[in-house]
């Protein structure tokens, strides 16, 4: 161990053991390629405890420090520790960290920490013996202050292997003229995969916790939307934060847009929407043919005007599910306006529809075999479905092979990727569509991959009955009243769906990136959903049992003979 670094344990007024770390001069001296260990050897029990560490589920075996690069602000100084997390299986994962040290005349001061974010105490030696503690920088607001100005001053940061590179945009400057006091910083708790912070009601700074070699989605479509495409429906890119290094893709480390004033995502607006509507439904003692299921009750409905009756049930919400389709028309048509490598509309090939049948083939077998080895797990009142939903496998065969019929005539653009009601704000009165990350388990490669934009729009009808679904588990619904109620989700989740979808096919065909056909249209979505549908079983199975309900009732629906459990006059 280095003359300069030592680690202890110390008791103090009766707490648990903490860890001391010892540093000669000062604290920074930890991060020293010589002096690392000791801290590294801290990391895992502290990225165990973060929400957005998504190595959770698999027992580290080792976090080692890389690279750091270093910040000095005031009189402080944080490091960005570029860390390498090892698991006993599958492969290892690279989290950006961002540390810094406070004495403990400093420590006490203004909400700079919360206990949770602190690593270890520190004793830094030297003419002026100290006590500190070493914890996430981003809970020093000062820190957060000073990634704005970074940013916003162009800054370059030279690290022991590569060097941070901040550039503000176009859009960044105008965003700034607001008086200082507009951009107070405080982090965001709702942020999970990510850590964000926000600046008053003017920006916010996205930091991305888990990265890999590569341009983030989320920068370089929210650069193309803003710079080129001038799409005003999302948030403009205002600046970003990449690291470079020598003979390799730079790293997005973050990105920091124009803060949306908003009054939730459109999922909780969503949420409140249907509680009004079942409210309504059973205070009028609405009969099921006051708002009866659409003839076809799939998203696959044409188009024709929306029944004054369906109106006058679902209310306002049949207008915004019209916008909400509209503006992802919109969206879709920026996408497939450029003209470059990355953005320009590619064609749907032979080739391509084999390797889509395949892929997804592969998962969807992938989330049966897992249903058929967790039967033992599925709730009793679940077993049922769970039965049905195995028993229709060789007709989810059957209709995704639909793929190799015949060639498609459609185009491939750059899509959101994980698109759903989450993933909108609500303002007020219209939609911003926010997080083109795409889905984060998968590769940069992979979500950076053109797609057809059918894929999103699955996305956002299985959203729909998601939110169908759970809005019926609102506290303010009597338990009584839960299964009349479960016919008119379907029959809300069945307009819904078929009223986005015509709104968002208007506006999406203006771009002519939908296929050619009514039929090549309804087998590819038709897949869509059923693939969707087919993941979310898969994830529930893994990480929320409670849920597995949605899914399961997801796939009867669409797959059952009948020509879909829509069209049943009684709920299950």
């Not at 509309?345 to 395949?358: A, W």
Request: proline share 5%; net charge negative.
């Amino acid at each position: 161990m280095s003359k300069q670094v030592a680690v202890k344990s110390a008791k103090e007024g009766g707490r648990m053991q903490n860890t001391v770390l010892e540093a000669e001069g000062h604290w920074t001296r930890l991060f020293e390629v010589s002096n690392r260990g000791v801290v590294e050897e801290l990391l895992p029990k502290y990225l165990a405890g973060r929400r957005w560490f998504g190595g959770k589920a698999r027992p580290v075996t080792r976090a080692e420090i890389l690279e750091t690069v270093q910040l000095p602000y005031g009189e402080s100084t944080a490091v960005f520790a570029m860390t390498e997390v090892n698991y006993d299986e599958g492969p290892s994962e690279t989290y950006f960290l961002t540390l810094t040290c406070a004495t403990d005349d400093e420590f006490p001061a203004a909400d700079r920490y919360q206990n949770n974010v602190v690593i270890a105490r520190v004793h830094i030696k030297g003419e002026q013996e100290k006590m500190g503690v070493l914890f996430e920088a981003l809970d020093d607001r000062d820190f957060c202050h000073a990634l704005l100005d970074t940013i916003a001053r162009q800054t370059t940061l030279h690290g022991d292997g590569g060097k941070l590179v901040a550039t503000p945009t176009r859009a960044l400057e105008s965003l700034l003229t607001a008086e200082p006091t507009s951009f107070v910083a405080h982090v965001v708790q709702a942020e999970q995969s990510n850590t964000s912070v926000r600046y008053g009601d003017k920006l916010i700074l996205k930091l991305f916790r888990r990265t890999e070699e590569g341009v983030n989605p989320d920068l370089e479509v929210g650069r193309f939307l803003t710079e080129e495409a001038h799409f005003a429906h999302a948030p403009e890119v205002a600046g970003a934060m990449e690291y470079h290094r020598p003979g390799k893709q730079p790293i997005t480390v973050a990105m920091l847009q124009r803060f949306v004033p908003n009054e939730s995502d459109a999922w909780t607006f969503t949420l409140g929407s249907l509680i009004h509507y079942f409210t309504h439904v059973l205070t009028s003692n609405a009969k099921s043919n006051d708002c009866p299921m659409p003839v076809r009750s799939t998203p696959l409905l044409g188009g024709g005007d929306i029944p004054a009756k369906v109106v006058s049930t679902l209310g306002s919400y049949v207008m915004m599910a019209a916008l909400l389709g509209k503006r992802t028309g919109e969206l879709h048509a920026a996408l497939a306006s450029g003209t470059g490598k990355d953005f320009a509309p590619e064609p749907f090939t032979p080739r391509y529809q084999q390797s889509l049948y395949e892929s997804i083939h592969a998962r969807n077998v992938q989330a049966f075999d897992l249903l058929r080895r967790r039967m033992d797990t599925v709730p009793d009142a679940l077993q049922t479905d769970a039965q049905v939903v195995l028993s229709l496998e060789s007709e989810m065969e059957r209709r995704t092979k639909l793929l190799l019929d015949h060639t498609i005539v459609t185009k491939r653009i750059r899509c959101h990727g994980d698109y759903h009601l989450g993933q909108v704000l609500y303002t007020g009165d219209d939609f911003v569509i926010i997080d083109f990350e795409g889905e984060p388990l998968h590769s940069i490669g992979e979500r950076r991959l053109k797609v057809s934009p059918l894929r999103d729009v699955a996305g956002m009808l299985r959203s729909f009955h998601y939110a169908s679904v759970s809005a019926l588990k609102h506290n303010s619904i009597l338990a009584k009243d839960k299964t009349a109620l479960e016919l008119w989700a379907r029959i809300w989740h069945a307009w819904v769906s078929a009223i986005f979808l015509q709104a968002y096919k208007e506006h999406a065909a203006l771009a002519d990136i939908l296929p050619a056909s009514a039929e090549d249209f309804a087998v590819l979505l038709d897949v869509f959903l059923l693939e969707k549908a087919a993941y979310e079983l898969e994830y529930e199975l893994n990480n929320r049992p409670d849920w597995l309900l949605i899914p399961l009732r997801g796939l009867c629906n669409l797959l059952e003979p009948t020509g879909h459990a829509l069209t049943e006059d009684q709920p299950r």
